[in-house]
């Protein structure tokens, strides 16, 4: 049987390297470009103040099958958010999709579970690629099929497509420390979920365990959408002391105590399900991820290996 692809994935978010572990599965040589330094795009763990926080996705659920079976089998390593997560009126915010969950070495871990085994090009940024009857065309090489997971903007930007296929929403993002453990008591989170409020939620990185070293408290918050967009090229330093502000009113913390902060901003944070747009891609160009379905763990987890069920029709095809 002649061997199929190869296939290139441009993104190593948590979609682009569930699609590659099952083309790679089925068979297919499969190569990972992506431009940061590390795997995992929004599922984003960082080492700040010697605690292990989540600086992108908080927690995740599980609903299907399939993907409750990726995680007892590959991951392991992961466990329930027991604390509520209250609203401004202290009552607690359900999440429809089940139980919350995060993983013990910091979410991030799934992204670098997904990425063994992987050919992977870290530092290696994408711009042109181009089609032609013998192939795609990537960084000199030839490809059967190219698959994007990038966010909208810059899948639009790569296969050079009208529009993007969804607008965001960029999330500016604070880490707070706090002497004492006694600012989150029996609560794991807070929200605003309205957007008119500079804050969007807070989320207390001591209801993981392990993550917080010494006598301290760490708090990831995140800003509106609203707050984001009108700050989002201003530099830290300028929306860190307001967002502190909300955060400690929020939590009935006095001011004063934070002892480290730290700011980030994701461009494309939010997949905004009103502004989806239909694009047709060229012949052998595929998108998976955010970019048309959402943004949570699972979702985009599934809809990579939907991505690469596609692809591999696509390969047959061609090659038949």
């Not at 290996?305 to 038949?320: D, G, H, N, P, Y």
């Amino acid at each position: 049987m002649k061997k199929l692809g190869p296939v290139a994935i441009i993104g190593a978010g948590l979609s682009g390297l569930s699609c590659a572990q099952a083309l790679q599965a089925a068979g297919v040589t499969v190569r990972v470009f992506e431009s940061d330094g590390v795997v995992g795009g929004r599922c984003a763990t960082r080492l700040w103040q010697g605690h292990l926080v989540d600086t992108g996705i908080q927690y995740f659920t599980a609903q299907s099958t399939e993907f409750k079976r990726e995680l007892l089998t590959r991951l392991r390593q992961f466990r329930p958010i027991i604390s509520p997560i209250l609203d401004k009126d202290e009552k607690v915010v359900a999440h429809e999709a089940g139980p919350r969950f995060y993983v013990l070495q910091g979410n991030n871990y799934f992204a670098h579970v997904l990425s063994h085994g992987l050919d992977i090009r870290l530092n290696t940024r994408v711009e042109i690629i181009s089609f032609a009857s013998s192939g795609i065309e990537c960084l000199g090489e030839s490809y059967g099929a190219i698959v994007s997971s990038l966010p909208g903007p810059l899948t639009a930007r790569l296969f050079d497509l009208p529009h993007s296929p969804v607008e965001y929403d960029p999330c500016l993002v604070a880490l707070l420390e706090y002497t004492g453990k006694d600012h989150s008591p029996e609560c794991y989170g807070r929200v605003q979920p309205h957007g008119s409020e500079p804050l969007l939620s807070s989320h207390c990185e001591n209801n993981k365990v392990g993550r917080v070293v010494g006598d301290k408290t760490v708090f990831v918050v995140q800003a509106s959408p609203r707050f984001s967009r009108e700050h989002a090229d201003a530099p830290p330093e300028t929306y860190l002391p307001q967002l502190m502000r909300e955060h400690e009113n929020l939590w009935h913390i006095p001011s004063g105590q934070c002892t480290a902060s730290f700011g980030h901003r994701w461009l494309h944070a939010h997949p905004l399900n009103a502004h989806r747009h239909r694009v047709d891609l060229p012949p052998g160009a595929f998108n998976c991820g955010d970019t048309r379905t959402d943004s949570t763990v699972e979702q985009v987890w599934l809809d990579g290996r939907k991505a690469a069920k596609e692809v591999l029709t696509f390969l047959s095809e061609a090659a038949a």
